[in-house]
């Protein structure tokens, strides 16, 4: 019943969108119609363009992710756990989270050229504070009673991290990844735009040099799309695997 009340709005989109082609409202250059969208769309998926462009992205939010994941999740241990650093280190981190990463990109392209490695310094710098944020957080906002119980049975500090800590903070790490994922995407998009010779925001980029308004509105669904999924799947793989935390990771 969900799922069916989610599509509503689409499907009132699209058909705005069929009435407004039909009737030559909005120029086909500009906005062109839904079959001819649907059309280039399954040719592009025949020739295996999409899923080369598509392929390409998505190995490179998978891998800076999982980078960006082992840099923000030990700081914000170290952090939670050892407030003495956190006059050291917050200052530089607090200036660095109020840079867009898109920003950066003219001086991470000078630093390591156009491959692989600009792009996911981009999207390292992009998902990095949402699961940092997010999983310090929770490790600060663990219930002391808690650790209380833990100092009473005698647990060590590590201990303690493992059996109560941790499982506590879980629920704010899994919105942290969850957000860190959705910022990878436009974060990699971007960069795409600027310096790249596949993905899909040079697709979308070498659709609107070329005027080809229809790729363009593809590359956008296929992004969308393929962002719906992958955090549909994450969080379902994590309700699986972690019941605890349904209601607070289920935004």
Known sequence: MTFIKGLLIPT???????????????????LPPPEQVLATGLSLLDKGVLLKHLS??????????????????PLAVLLGIN?????????????????PPLA??????????????SKLA????????????????????????????????GLSAGEKFLRITFPATLPFIIIGMRLGL????RALIGAELVAASAGI?????????????????????????????????FLKLTQYGMPWVKRTADL
């Open 12 to 30: 009132i989109v699209l058909l705005l969108w069929l009435v407004v082609s039909k009737l030559k409202l909005v120029s086909f250059y500009i």
């Open 56 to 73: 390409v992205s998505f190995y490179r939010v998978i891998s800076g992710f999982c980078f960006s994941l082992l840099l923000a999740f």
């Open 83 to 99: 407030r003495q650093f956190a006059p050291f280190i917050n200052p530089p981190l607090e200036f660095v989270r109020h840079i």
């Open 104 to 117: 950066c990109i003219p001086l991470l392209i000078l630093w390591f050229g156009i491959g692989e490695a």
């Open 122 to 153: 981009v999207i390292i710098l992009a998902a990095f504070f949402p699961i940092f944020l997010n999983t310090l957080n929770g490790i600060r906002h663990c219930d002391e009673k808690l650790l209380e119980v833990g100092d009473a049975f």
């Open 182 to 185: 959705g910022y990878s995407w």
């Open 201 to 233: 925001g040079y697709m979308i980029l070498d659709a609107e040099q070329i005027s080809r308004s229809d790729i363009v509105i593809i590359g956008i669904l296929t992004i969308g799309s393929i962002g719906y999924i992958i955090d549909y799947l």
